[in-house]
């Protein structure tokens, strides 16, 4: 194999000669029944993607209660990973089956970009619905105040698309006519910058490790925030408990203590199960102010209803959290590899990787299109209900009213 074009852009006096390309004689390298194997396995990794990303797409549809904001973005999610099963992997499997593309080469480039596209597409909008899930937690009134601005929601998830299109798609449609010839031998289907490492290297970092790096600090300042309110929480409760365990003085005159209870529990900035902060509900206009008739027991009232309004707003963050920390494993698990792997081979001529390693890593990468639907609208109560509706619609009918409202998840 000769390397000296393989460095960088071929040049014209080179770019003719055959390189070993990545699926060169896959096919004769495994015995029949490695082969059936292979080919159920694939067929099945394609079937569970199509199936899985096209029920979602399917639920968003026939559910009313699925379209808001941030659900808009599992189904951007979706689309991209439901391509990828549909199109992208059914066409791949008779290519590394018998290690020649037989399907010409204008399919050939369209393969190639529908498979970047799709493959960036959905790292993007995975960092999208991360985002979406921290300002959800961290600024819940801000985001309640724009979840029905829709121009946004769309000019995000546009925004996903063309990102993903301009970072791969124009050097696999032009790089040929830029170097002057193809290095791609006939037969065979890959992009022209396959083994050029710098370029695949500053891909890898919009590709990857900035989206990686993203959802990983999303992840971590929900943590941070959580905690924090989880203190303040409980600081609040017990300067409370305190302060309404003391009665109004014998002359029927409110005592000073109970001024500073009317005074305290406005000023409490706890974000409760809509959004909306507890200071902007009780909060009184000091004229109107009126603590003659304040007692234990309406303090005790007022205070165990916010413990109950926080507690409900902390676990439903927390169950956020513990979400977007699954996201950052499984994204670092699938996409690490073949990262790593790509920039390696690429930069020593793919003699220091062994191509079934290399193989692995892609098929990984693949993989995670096939968990996304099973890991994030699978994790929601609405999803779940709009799953079992369409699945099993007579099942659901006969549930007691108590497990059906046991379904619900607020906005």
């Not at 597409?121 to 991360?130: E, G, P, T, W």
């Not at 073949?338 to 690429?346: D, G, K, N, P, T």
């Amino acid at each position: 194999m000769n390397n000296n074009s393989t460095g960088g852009l071929p040049v014209a006096e080179t770019c003719n000669e055959r390189i070993t390309s990545p699926t060169s004689n896959l096919g004769p390298q495994f015995t029949l029944v490695v082969l059936v194997l292979l080919a159920i396995l694939m067929v099945l990794l394609a079937l569970i993607t199509v199936f899985g990303n096209g029920l979602v797409i399917l639920a968003f549809l026939v559910n009313k209660n699925l379209r808001h904001r941030s659900n808009y973005f599992f189904l951007n999610l979706a689309i991209s990973d439901f391509l990828v099963g549909a199109f992208c992997i059914p066409l791949y499997i008779p290519y590394i089956l018998t290690g020649k593309w037989i399907f010409g080469r204008l399919l050939c480039k369209l393969w190639l970009v529908v498979d970047y596209l799709m493959c960036t597409a959905s790292a993007f909008n995975i960092v999208l619905i991360s985002y979406d899930r921290f300002v959800s937690v961290t600024k819940a009134v801000t985001y309640r105040i724009q979840q029905g601005i829709t121009s946004n929601t769309i000019a995000r998830m546009v925004s996903v698309w063309v990102f993903a299109f301009l970072l791969y798609a124009p050097a696999i449609i032009i790089w040929e006519h830029v170097a002057g010839c193809s290095i791609v031998p006939d037969g065979e289907c890959y992009v022209e910058f396959y083994y050029t490492w710098y370029f695949l290297l500053c891909a890898s970092v919009f590709e990857f490790f900035i989206p990686c790096i993203s959802v990983a600090y999303f992840n971590m300042h929900i943590y941070w925030d959580i905690k924090k309110r989880k203190r303040n929480r409980l600081r609040s409760t017990v300067s409370i408990s305190k302060r309404v365990s003391v009665p109004s003085k014998g002359n029927g005159q409110p005592s000073r203590v109970s001024f500073l209870l009317k005074k305290e529990i406005p000023s409490l900035d706890l974000e409760t199960e809509d959004g909306l902060s507890t200071s902007s509900r009780t909060q009184t206009p000091p004229q109107v102010m009126d603590c003659s008739h304040l007692s234990t027991t309406s303090g005790n009232d007022r205070s165990a209803a916010l413990k109950v309004k926080t507690r409900s707003k902390l676990h439903k963050d927390k169950q956020i959290a513990k979400s977007l920390a699954i996201i950052v494993s499984v994204f670092a698990i699938c996409w690490a590899p073949y990262s790593l792997l790509m920039i390696l081979r690429a930069a020593c001529h793919g003699e220091c990787v062994y191509e079934f390693l290399y193989e692995i890593t892609f098929w990984l990468l693949w993989l995670n299109s096939s968990v996304n639907p099973f890991l994030y609208p699978l994790c929601h109560v609405r999803f779940r209900k709009a799953f079992m509706k369409i699945l099993c619609p007579k099942r659901l009918a006969v549930l007691p009213p108590s497990s059906q409202s046991s379904l619900r998840e607020p906005n």
